[in-house]
């Protein structure tokens, strides 16, 4: 009966002596652990806990010391890596890489720094703008051929079919076109930059007839009409709505004379325009018709016991992360020490946050909530929801009859969500950061008296941060606490109400726990942006000129032509026409508004620009202008540019017209041409106006009468 016995207590002494040599290996292996910590020797600590933790996997201190020694180990590789690549050894660089990604294999954003370094991207061919618009008629000019040019107190006709000459080009001008004399020297530039500058020159505009002949004619509204081609395109929008392409166009080209219109189902743009205008809305249109970013945004949320945070937090501010591994001295060469003491733990989450989930995964008293990845487009909510719709009763009382006092009880249901609710929205920036806009909540059903009436509780979030591509961010502080009691005691002895006390004992127990929100962004798809994308767009014909060697001489000014329009003498040395054609007559003084033409919005003020253009000094001049079309208003007038000391101004405003009445002393020296009228103008409704000047009577100090013509400009308010 004895031998019984003696086993027992045999196996007892196994079982105790097995313990004990387990809890030997765990204090000898975490004491061994700490010295290589000293020493710096981070790799053959990891060696060392990874097998005591194989031993004892439920081991809290071994877990938490190899995740340091998993941390330090990364760091330092990782430290070492972009040191051996800032001295270029590029073998040693990616050993260093390589051991760092064999630590943490699911960091992006070091796989990606490693992609980068070992395979550098390749820069992507841009291909160049072609618009689509082409003109009605193109001259048969080579556009690359360049030519040098150098006259001066020439004629500008005969400049023109100077170059014309050189390019077989003939020009031909509008009846009235104003000629006058011009010097100019150009180098080494093409017909169609020599083109563009003389127009600028000259106040003119130009239309190709045929390939090989040109009409030039005064850049004036009644002109622009009569010669300009209006075209009419359909651009195909493929990601930009038609509505908000048709408002910036509007917007950007409130100057140009468009006509717009749009078609929401097919999402086109219908514009009628000149050819200028239409290029320069094609190339706009492919600026801003772009396909959105999108990012996947990678999201956890993970419910811990408060206790493992406290206890990490804790243990932070020992000397672990006082260790010395490596760095680089005056002379540029790795050193044997480096300084991991300022890690602390409000920068261990920011280091390697997505190390920091992994861990607190592994504790089996967390629980994970949610982990979706979901995917967005840039600047547009992304929602998530996961849980369940719980009834709630909402009792109401009804009168049982009209005009009755007695009412009965109407019980009916609304559902409530009850689970985890996150709305992001993600704006995806050029240089691979993401801001998110974050909402997350959390509706639990905290208690209730009873089963019908639930009492709710609620944890919700809401911020706004910004990261960078792979970046984990990490989120915490919701906290929440629970309360459970318990009863010990004799059974129904220790429930009798008052006496109960004396045959048990009550215990409250609180768990608080944390809510931990984790967000990490991948850009799958960036707006393409070329450099094309960052020139200007210059519009019209006051594009500024590209070549080399174009310097228009304005020394000589713009010279009036002799008298009686008589040709003018050639230079000695000149290459103008040996027959160069009879100067036209200037044509009549005219009063010009500016802008000609205006596209602009509905109840703003806008400011019109009046000048008189007359070669002769004036003694007095009236004129009237009258605004049709709809409902506005001509709030002001001002004459500011005017002497008024040596001109009387006399002016009426009348609603949508005014008039006004100029007097220059015999001793003004007053010039129309530097002074002008400016018309402060209110448009209340939509619609096409047009601004008429006219009825202008001006006299010289003769009392001849001077005509000088009156001037229009159609108004789009829109």
């Keep these: 009966m004895a031998k019984p016995k003696n086993r027992g207590n045999l196996f007892f002494l196994l079982a105790a002596l097995l313990v004990l040599q387990g809890c030997l290996t765990t204090i000898s292996s ?13 790799d053959q600590a990891r060696e060392v806990l990874s097998r005591a933790a194989a031993e004892n996997p439920k081991n809290a201190e071994i877990k938490t010391l190899l995740f340091r020694a998993q941390l330090n180990s990364y760091q330092t590789h990782l430290f070492l890596a972009r040191a051996k690549r800032k001295t270029g050894d590029r073998q040693a660089a990616v050993l260093e890489y390589r051991k760092a990604l064999a630590i943490f294999p699911g960091n992006n954003q070091l796989q990606e720094e490693f992609a980068d370094y070992v395979t550098p991207p390749k820069a992507a061919k841009e291909e160049k703008f072609k618009p689509t618009v082409l003109p009605p008629v193109q001259l048969n000019v080579k556009k690359d051929e360049k030519v040098s040019l150098s006259l001066r107190n020439t004629p500008i006709t005969n400049i023109f079919k100077s170059l014309g ?40 505009k130009y239309r190709v007839l045929d390939p090989a002949t040109v009409i030039v004619f005064p850049d004036i509204f009644a002109k622009k009409k009569a010669f300009d081609l209006r075209g009419i395109k359909a651009f195909y929008l493929s990601n930009i709505k038609a509505e908000d392409a048709r408002k910036m166009i509007q917007t950007v080209f409130r100057d140009e004379q468009l006509l717009i219109q749009e078609d929401p189902n097919l999402n086109i743009l219908v514009i009628r325009a000149d050819y200028n205008s239409l290029v320069d809305v094609e190339r706009f249109l492919a600026k801003i018709d772009k396909e959105k970013s999108e990012v996947e945004l990678n999201i956890e949320i993970l419910e811990i016991n408060r206790s493992l945070i406290n206890k990490l937090g804790a243990d932070f501010g020992t000397g672990v992360f006082g260790v010395a591994a490596g760095g680089l001295d005056s002379d540029g060469k790795i050193s044997s020490t480096i300084n991991f003491t300022d890690l602390g733990s409000a920068n261990f989450f920011l280091t390697i946050p997505t190390v920091a989930m992994n861990f607190l995964e592994g504790d089996s008293n967390n629980k994970i909530l949610a982990k979706p990845n979901l995917r967005g487009i840039d600047g547009e909510e992304i929602t998530f929801m996961v849980g369940d719709e719980v009834p709630v009763p909402e009792t109401q009382f009804q009168a049982i009859a009209a005009g009755g006092i007695n009412s009965s009880p109407v019980t009916t249901y609304r559902y409530r969500n009850v689970g985890v609710e996150i709305k992001i929205t993600p704006f995806i920036h050029q240089n691979n950061e993401v801001t998110l806009k974050t909402k997350l909540t959390i509706n639990f059903i905290s208690s209730g008296a009873s089963s019908s009436f639930p009492t709710f509780g609620k944890r919700e979030i809401e911020n706004k941060i910004r990261l960078k591509e792979g970046e984990t961010n990490i989120i915490g502080g919701l906290l929440r606490d629970d309360v459970r009691g318990s009863l010990n005691g004799i059974p129904a002895l220790a429930r009798i109400p008052l006496l109960g006390k004396l045959f048990g004992n009550s215990e409250k127990n609180i768990s608080q726990t944390d809510l931990i929100f984790s967000i990490t962004p991948k850009i799958i798809r960036r707006t393409p942006i070329s450099s094309q994308d960052n020139e200007v767009i210059w519009g019209g014909d006051e594009q500024p000129s590209s070549a080399g060697g174009m310097q228009p001489s304005s020394t000589e000014g713009m010279q009036p032509l002799p008298a009686d329009g008589a040709i003018v003498p050639e230079e000695e040395g000149t290459d103008a026409e040996e027959t160069a054609p009879e100067i036209q007559q200037p044509a009549k003084d005219m009063v010009s508004i500016s802008p000609t033409q205006a596209s602009i919005p509905v109840n703003t003020e ?10 002769t000094q004036l003694a007095s001049l009236s004129l009237n202008g009258v605004l049709s079309g709809g409902n506005c208003e001509i709030v002001e007038v001002k004459t500011d540019s005017l002497n008024e000391k040596e001109v009387k101004v006399l002016k009426n405003i009348s609603g949508n017209s005014f008039d006004m009445g100029l007097s220059f002393g015999t001793d003004s020296v007053q010039t129309l041409a530097a002074a002008f009228i400016q018309l402060k103008i209110k448009f209340m409704s939509k619609g096409k106006y047009i601004l008429n000047i006219g009825n202008v009577n001006a006299y010289d100090s003769k009392r001849s009468k001077v005509e000088i013509a009156g001037a229009s400009c159609p108004i789009d308010v829109y």
């Design 165 to 204: 000459k050189s390019y077989n080009v003939n020009f031909i001008f509008d009846k009235d076109f104003r000629d006058f004399l011009h010097s100019i020297e150009i180098e080494n530039t093409t017909f169609f930059e020599i083109l563009k500058v003389l127009c600028m020159i000259s106040g003119s």
């Design 606 to 615: 806008t400011f019109f620009s009046l000048r008189i253009h007359s070669e």
């Design 30 to 42: 975490v004491r061994q652990a700490r010295e290589l910590f000293k020493a710096g020797d981070y």
